[in-house]
């Protein structure tokens, strides 16, 4: 057992203790920035669409197609859509 005093032995195993530790905690920190990251694109992706179909909207209104019960029909309709078109996922 005096390789267990052996101070080479010591370093390494604490290197490679803090070597995977410091890994651990670095990527529980990415996958908790990267869930953050997904919410926030979420939110701005419906923010948009909502913000496509007001600009529909007064297009339409503009060129005399809109009635009065269209109004906020294709807002509600893009913004409802967010996050239904995304990929398949396996």
């Not at 997904?38 to 197609?65: N, S, V």
Request: no cysteine; hydrophobic share 30%; charged share 35%.
């Amino acid at each position: 057992m005096s390789f267990l005093r052996n101070p080479f032995f010591l370093l390494g195993t604490y290197v490679s203790a803090l070597t995977a530790g410091s890994t651990y905690l670095l990527r529980a920190q990415i996958d908790y920035i990267q869930e953050e990251h997904e919410a926030r694109m979420d939110e701005l992706e419906g923010t948009l669409r909502g913000h496509i179909g007001l600009i529909e909207e007064a297009l339409d209104r503009l060129e005399g197609t809109a009635t009065e019960a269209d109004r906020g029909k294709k807002m509600n309709e893009y913004y409802g859509k967010r996050g239904r078109d995304e990929k398949q996922k396996k």
